[in-house]
C-alpha cells in the first residue's frame, strides 16, 4: 500500500528566511510525487509534481522541491519565504504498480511566515 | 478555462438526514475523483471514476454513501443516513485521464456539518 508522512504539523518560519517542509513516502513500484498547497476555505492548487529526470523539480510561485530515492523523501523547498505562503501543504504519491491511478495525500503542514 | 465546480458549498444538516452534493468537472476530463478531508486531516480518497464507471471505491462507506456519474460528465455524492462523523469538506476534483503523470484539479469544496 503507498502511504505519505509529513512529520511537521507546523512550521514557522521568518519572512525572507528559508522554507522546508518535508515529507518522505512508501510505495511498492516507482513514485510518483506532488505538492499541493491550500488555502483557508479554498480548495487545493496544485505546485508541482515529480514523475522522472532531474531530482529537483521547479514549481509555481517560485517553490521547488527535491527527489531522493535512496532517503524515500520528497522535500518542499523555497528559498525566500513570504507571507502570503502561510497556507496549509499537501504531499502526495502514486504507485506506478498500483491499479488506477489512486493519489495518496499526506497529513498536511501548516506553515506560518511572520513578517 | 472554467474549473472544477461544486455546490452547495456549505450544508448544515441533523444526524440521519440526508444531503447530497454536485460536481462539474473540467471539460474534457475523463477522471473524477471524490475526497473527504476531516478537519486537520488531509484528503481521503472516497471514490474514483474513469468516464462513467467506477475504478476505486475501496474506502466509501457503501452504507451509507453512494455517488454516481451516469453521462461521464458530473457527478453527485449522497450520505444518508449522515452521521455525525461524517462532518468534512468533500472535495471533488477531476483529471484529463487515467494516467499516473497528471495532476488533479480540486474544486472548492462543500464543508458538511452534522448536528
Known amino acids: 500500500a503507498q502511504s505519505v508522512a509529513q512529520p511537521e504539523d507546523q512550521v514557522n518560519v521568518a519572512e525572507g528566511n528559508p522554507l522546508t517542509v518535508k515529507c518522505t513516502y512508501s510505495?511498492?513500484?516507482?513514485?510518483?510525487l506532488f505538492w499541493y498547497v491550500q488555502y483557508p476555505n479554498r480548495g487545493l492548487q496544485f505546485l508541482l509534481k515529480?514523475?522522472?529526470?532531474?531530482?529537483l523539480v521547479k514549481g509555481s510561485y517560485g517553490f521547488e522541491a527535491e527527489f531522493n530515492k535512496s532517503q524515500t523523501s520528497f522535500h518542499l523547498k523555497k528559498p525566500s519565504a513570504l507571507v502570503s505562503d502561510s497556507a496549509l501543504y499537501f504531499c502526495?504519491?502514486?504507485?506506478?504498480?498500483?491499479?488506477?491511478?489512486?493519489?495518496?495525500f499526506g497529513g498536511g503542514t501548516r506553515v506560518l511566515v511572520k513578517p | 478555462e472554467a474549473g472544477v465546480a461544486q455546490s452547495p458549498r456549505y450544508k448544515i444538516i441533523e444526524k440521519r438526514q440526508s444531503v447530497a452534493f454536485w460536481c462539474n468537472p473540467i471539460?474534457?476530463?475523463?477522471?473524477l475523483y471524490w475526497y473527504q478531508q476531516i478537519l486537520g486531516q488531509g484528503p481521503k480518497l472516497l471514490i474514483q471514476?474513469?468516464?462513467?464507471?467506477?475504478?476505486?471505491d475501496s474506502q466509501l462507506p457503501k452504507d451509507r454513501f453512494s455517488a454516481e456519474r451516469l453521462k461521464g460528465v458530473d457527478s453527485t455524492l449522497k450520505i444518508q443516513p449522515a452521521k455525525l462523523e461524517d462532518s468534512a469538506v468533500y472535495l471533488c476534483?477531476?483529471?484529463?485521464?487515467?494516467?499516473?503523470?497528471?495532476?488533479?484539479?480540486f474544486g472548492e469544496g462543500s464543508r458538511l456539518t452534522v448536528l
Open positions: 502526495a504519491v502514486r504507485d506506478t504498480q498500483a491499479a488506477g491511478n489512486k493519489l495518496t
Open positions: 471514476f474513469q468516464n462513467n464507471g467506477v475504478v476505486d
Open positions: 476534483a477531476s483529471s484529463l485521464a487515467q494516467g499516473h503523470t497528471g495532476e488533479l484539479f
Open positions: 515529480y514523475i522522472t529526470g532531474d531530482n
Open positions: 510505495v511498492s513500484g516507482n513514485p510518483y
Open positions: 471539460s474534457g476530463h475523463a477522471t
